[in-house]
């Protein structure tokens, strides 16, 4: 009986011991060893596929320099992680025409790891988006993106990376505003979930089931000063801050656009240049990282990772043939930052097809302006612009409306005085959206312009209007005219706006199901188009503002400039 005993207690031992390796397994790297990882990043990358005019930045670049970064780190004895911030999508009439194709194959002739799902991923419909995940040979990571219907998640949530034995998970994460920012008639069954919440319970998950040595995320969310984000969705400030303190190793962060440099905590290096030293953010013992946008720089952050702690040894971000402007005798001229990276001839030959494929549908002459069209990002998105009262003239004609509204947002470059192609009016409008209009009278319509007019500034809901005048005043609008006539409560009127507004995108109240309302068909760029060309050469005057809407609110600039 006894040496019964002694076998079943041994057989006990023997079994926890095995129980307890397979919940905790032993790690594979050695310890007392010092290992070397490299964490290379881009972000935002929208389109931008091919070198600009001023031969800055392009895929076969990029490609040369971070073939050269691998085989520096790999001779070194280290390893390497290529990792995206998101948003390949929208912002260059070649690639949008092409649905991205070149840039989701060209990242994976490059060999990134993973990237996270920006919001203009869902530009287009969620069919183009199964394809281009097909072209990647790289997971498109996203955790908080749910199916309405299911409750399911809709997209890979982590990979596993083992480099050296040290086991590495990468998680995704999109911003909630997508859901607001989006196209609703291509997000409406989706759930963006709280990344911060979906990130806790992730991580708590993957410790439990694969006991990552470290933990990074690859994040399209934005990086804000200290957490301020204003009417921003919270960032991967918050984000780090929200989790116990260093359960997130790395951020490699997307969406707000900009070299994330700071010049101490929680405090950003504004006056960053390219070649200037960079400094991550830290938060809460996570590294938060963002290399601009566009292919502009590659981000490089060296590690060494030694008996379970993780180390930053440097950090750069690298100009990928960015210039800068000087005078030669005189004469401004633009020479190179840094020295000239060679582009990849594979790369250059794999991406020219899609480039002369775009060109020849894009580099057309269709009119002629005697100025500048503003429509920049920092000045259109603050008070109404000529750019924007021409695009929203443009759709009241189309419709035959009394008046127009459209988004800033849906306004994506000014277009310079002179020749204006194709290709100018689709990088001003690269959404697709469609014309819509319908009737209010105008009881209703007040209560709609007082939602729409107090739309805030630095947002792309902010709104420019053409064929109405009002003054905007704490919430409320009044003093209206309607093409010169003053509102009358019992009259109906006709106004267009693009369909992403008219089915509640930038929160605009959603008019879809409204009594009268008619989706035209005809998609945004085209009616510009059209309209430039029907009224050339374009005088830029004839749409300056010129007082029709005032705001008197503190959110708001004093008056329309």
């Known amino acids: 009986m006894r040496s019964r005993i002694i076998k079943l207690t041994l057989f006990v031992i023997v079994f926890v011991g095995i129980a307890s390796c397979s919940s905790q397994p032993a790690h594979q790297w050695k310890p007392n060893t010092t290992y070397k990882l490299t964490i290379l990043h881009t972000n935002d990358h929208h389109g931008r596929f091919w070198q600009n005019k001023y031969g800055e930045y392009g895929m076969a670049a990029r490609k040369t320099l ?21 948003d390949i999508n929208t912002g260059v009439p070649e690639s949008d025409l092409q649905d991205a194709e070149p840039d989701f194959k060209g990242m994976s002739k490059i060999g990134y790891d993973a990237m996270a799902l920006g919001n203009h991923e869902f530009d287009n419909p969620l069919e183009v988006l199964e394809k281009q995940i097909e072209w990647a040979n790289f997971p498109m990571l996203s955790a908080n993106i749910y199916d309405k219907q299911t409750g399911e998640r809709m997209f890979q949530a982590y990979q596993m990376f083992d480099k050296q034995g040290i086991k590495i998970a ?20 989706i759930d963006f979930r709280d990344p911060k919440v979906e990130a806790k319970a992730l991580i708590e998950e993957l ?44 951020i490699v962060g997307g969406h707000s656009q900009e070299p994330v440099c700071m010049e101490g905590p929680n405090v950003v290096k504004k006056n960053f240049k390219p070649s200037d030293e960079c400094q991550p953010d830290k938060q809460n013992g996570t590294y938060i990282v963002q290399a601009h946008e566009w292919g502009k720089y590659v981000g490089r952050a060296d590690y060494e990772f030694r008996n379970g702690d993780l180390k930053l040894v440097s950090y750069d971000l690298i100009p ?78 189309r419709a035959n409306a009394d008046f127009a509204i459209m ?29 819509t209009y319908t009737d209010m009278y105008g009881e209703e319509l007040l209560e709609y312009l007082g939602v729409v007019a107090n739309k805030p ?12 005048s009002m003054t905007v005043e704490n919430g409320r609008v009044y003093n209206v005219f309607i093409q010169g006539k003053q509102l009358r409560l019992d009259k109906s009127y006709r106004f267009s706006i693009p369909s992403y507004n008219a089915a509640g995108g930038d929160g605009y109240p959603i008019i879809t199901d409204h009594p009268g309302f008619v989706n035209t068909g005809f998609v945004d760029a085209e009616i510009l188009k ?4 029907a009224n050339s050469p374009l005088d830029v005057n004839l749409y300056a503002p010129s007082g029709q809407i005032v705001y008197k609110s503190e959110s708001f600039v004093e008056d329309e400039r």
Not at 66 to 86: F, M, P
Not at 182 to 189: K, R, S, T, Y
Not at 358 to 364: D, H, I, K, T
Not at 530 to 533: D, G, L, P, T, W
Request: charged share 25%; proline share 3%.
């Open 66 to 86: 971070i073939d050269e970064l691998r085989a520096e780190v790999q001779a070194q004895g280290g390893s390497v992680l290529l990792l995206s911030g998101g």
């Open 170 to 189: 990468v998680i995704g994460l999109t911003t909630e505003d997508t859901q607001k920012i989006g196209n609703p008639e291509f997000i409406g069954g």
């Open 207 to 250: 410790k439990r089931t694969e006991h990552p040595d470290l933990i990074f995320a690859v994040t399209h969310m934005g990086h804000y000063e200290n957490g301020n984000r204003g009417v921003n969705a919270p960032g991967d400030v918050a984000l780090a801050r929200y989790l116990e303190e260093g359960q997130l190793d790395m």
């Open 320 to 397: 990928v043939n960015l210039k800068k402007k000087v005078k030669v005798n005189g004469e401004s001229q633009r020479v190179l930052i840094e020295d000239q990276i060679a582009e990849d001839p594979e790369m250059l030959e794999f991406l020219r097809p899609y480039q002369e494929s775009g060109q020849a549908q894009l580099n057309v002459k269709i009119a002629e302006t005697n100025g500048k069209l503003e429509g920049d990002r920092n000045v259109v998105r603050f008070q109404q612009t000529n750019l924007g009262r021409l695009i929203a003239t443009a759709h009241m004609e």
């Open 407 to 435: 988004n800033s947002g849906g306004v994506r470059a000014s277009i310079d005085a002179g020749e204006v192609t194709y290709k100018d009016v689709l990088i001003v409008q690269p959404f697709a959206n469609i014309l």
């Open 457 to 468: 500034v630095d947002s792309g809901a902010y709104a420019q209007f053409a064929g109405i």
């Open 530 to 533: 059209e309209y430039i060309q």
